[in-house]
């Protein structure tokens, strides 16, 4: 499996497109969560062409917001003029907030939600059991945060990913990503601290911590902040509580698993 960064920023775009990652193998291409300069990063690579699916962890804006373009009709306009059609792309978002939320921001904005379902095969999911995406396994475990969030755990049978999405550490997050060949975790802050579990996230050192005692094989560092000498000491407390691999994600970083 190959897993390609596109975004990684927290928040806002500054430097960098948030949280969107593509994940290709024999399972075909999936995109984990599509923030803000998602859509434009798949556009330049080619990967829209060959999207199989998309899976959002959770709602807020820096891991959702490019939905609402990519739901809009000079996007399906362009795909018809670049591949010679449009394809409704299979969209799994969380059951309790996804499909509202997203409508909701779409009409706030002035345009039309009925786009969502033109451009969209949408399912809804939960944490009741693995679904099928492609040729891929999804299995789904809620993270503590302040909205419905879910960490998310790719396999296609030989390699499997885990995407911690955001979240404090926890005991579940660390059974959930247990043996995983690639731990993409973020790394939101640098020192621990009170806001780390009050707004649902976690630093460097938690997460090498949740990569070392789940057994996984490599760690990538992502959901970070536009502040690099603070990623560069995330990077290297890292490292110092981890034996594997660990990076930190770069956009266009492509990481074979």
């Keep these: 499996m190959r897993l390609e960064i596109l975004g990684l920023r927290v928040g806002s775009p500054l430097g960098a497109g948030c949280p969107s990652y593509a994940v290709s ?131 296609d049978g030989t390699a499997t990913l885990v995407y911690g999405a955001d979240g404090a550490y926890t005991d579940a997050l660390v059974r959930h990503v247990s043996g995983a060949d690639l731990a993409l975790l973020e790394a939101t802050y640098l020192d621990d601290g009170p806001e780390l579990a009050e707004h649902g996230h976690m630093n460097g050192e938690q997460a090498a911590a949740v990569a070392r005692e789940a057994g996984a094989r490599r760690l990538v560092l992502t959901h970070v902040m536009p502040f690099d000498e603070e990623n560069a000491e995330n990077l290297r407390r890292a490292r110092a509580r981890f034996d594997g691999p660990v990076d930190l994600a770069d956009p266009g970083a492509i990481f074979d698993f």
């Design 25 to 155: 193998g024999d399972g075909g291409t999936l995109l984990l969560d599509c923030g803000p300069g998602a859509l434009d990063a798949l556009w330049r690579s080619g990967l829209i062409g060959r999207l199989d699916g998309i899976v959002v962890s959770h709602m807020h804006q820096d891991h959702m917001l490019d939905l609402v373009p990519f739901s809009n009709g000079v996007t399906r306009e362009a795909l018809r003029e670049r591949f010679g059609e449009h394809r409704r792309i299979p969209l799994h978002v969380p059951r309790e907030t996804g499909r509202r939320v997203l409508t909701e921001v779409i009409a706030a904005l002035g345009s039309d939600p009925g786009g969502v379902d033109e451009s969209f095969d949408l399912h809804e999911y939960d944490d009741d059991g693995p679904v099928r995406v492609s040729g891929y396994e999804v299995t789904f475990a809620p993270t503590v945060h302040t909205a419905p969030c879910y960490a998310m755990r790719v396999t």
